[in-house]
């Protein structure tokens, strides 16, 4: 019997203090520190806008091709997750655009 009582109260240790440590882990905030990195959607989204800004005069638009087409890749690089893809995005509205990166 003693090895039972020995082996049941090493399992509930174990149990307890991994279940504590746990605790303290995720409510102390230093999971906060290991995020994956997101990059910044907004910043791309920002120059497309600028970009368009720099496309308009007043409520005229001077190219309406590149508004729709503005509109399309602020969806897209919404939809991405890579910051590549976001970039190859941006680049594209530049190809089509005198907008200068």
């Known amino acids: ?9 090493t399992v509930i240790a ?7 440590g746990s605790f303290y882990i995720f409510s102390s905030g230093l999971v906060d520190g290991i ?8 910043k791309y989204i920002e120059k497309i806008d600028e970009c368009i800004d720099s496309q308009t005069a007043g409520h005229i638009s ?7 087409l ?14 590549n893809t976001a970039k190859e995005i941006l680049a594209k509205l530049y190809d089509v655009t005198s907008c200068e990166p």
């Open 1 to 9: 019997m003693g090895i039972n009582v020995r082996f049941t109260v």
């Open 14 to 20: 174990i149990i307890i203090i991994g279940f504590g």
């Open 35 to 42: 995020k994956i990195s997101a990059f910044d959607k907004s």
């Open 62 to 68: 001077l190219n309406s091709f590149a508004l729709s």
């Open 70 to 83: 503005a509109e399309t890749l602020k969806k897209q690089i919404g939809e991405t997750e890579d910051e």
